[in-house]
């Protein structure tokens, strides 16, 4: 009878000899470094969210972490579309890291946090923003600056908005630079 060793045994001590040889560590356990709370690590990660078929967001990611004790996702370079009741896209969120909730789809994005409202040019910046899924609202209780199409300028010490921005709230708003179209009352 003839057999053959495992390709599964073959593979570690493959794997065992490469480490006492002196060679360079794997990418892979040099990526998982960066989170030592991950179990996975994805590199351009693109997921959509939808609901009732139709689709509610899109994220996408440098590099993802994902984190399955506790069903998180932790964003590098992150960037999220949003999209309208007809599935047509409404903003754009944009975060140098986040993390994404996989079981609520609810998220949190930090570090040089914008969304912007393509269609209308208007935007709004923070340092950290928070999106509750169920509800479709984003917030932010740090200092917020809202730039309008007009070329208003708006800070407030928070907001709240739906993720279309059609319903936007400023906390405290105080304008720091008026229309140019709008001579001053």
Not at 19 to 32: F, N, R, T, W, Y
Not at 62 to 79: N, Y
Not at 125 to 130: G, K, L, W
Request: negative net charge; proline residues 3%.
């Amino acid at each position: 009878m003839k057999t053959t060793a495992s390709p599964i045994i073959l593979l570690a001590i493959a794997c065992a000899s490469c480490g006492e040889s002196g060679e360079a560590p794997l990418v892979a356990e040099e990526i998982l470094q960066l989170n030592s709370r991950a179990n996975r690590v994805a590199m351009g990660l693109e997921h959509y969210v939808a609901s009732e078929g139709i689709r509610r967001a899109r994220i996408y990611a440098d590099t993802a972490f994902f984190i399955e004790d506790v069903a998180t996702v932790e964003l590098r370079q992150m960037e999220v579309v949003f999209y309208d009741d007809f599935g047509y896209e409404t903003t754009v969120l944009t975060a140098r890291e986040g993390t994404y909730d996989w079981d609520s789809g609810d998220m949190t994005a930090a570090h040089d946090v914008v969304i912007i409202k393509r269609q209308e040019d208007e935007r709004i910046e923070s340092e950290e923003m928070f999106y509750d899924r169920a509800g479709d609202r984003i917030w932010s209780d740090t200092h917020t600056t809202m730039y309008k199409a007009d070329g208003t300028v708006i800070e407030g010490t928070s907001f709240v908005s739906d993720s279309g921005m059609e319903d936007v709230a400023l906390t405290e708003p105080r304008i720091l630079r008026r229309s140019t179209d709008n001579p001053p009352e």
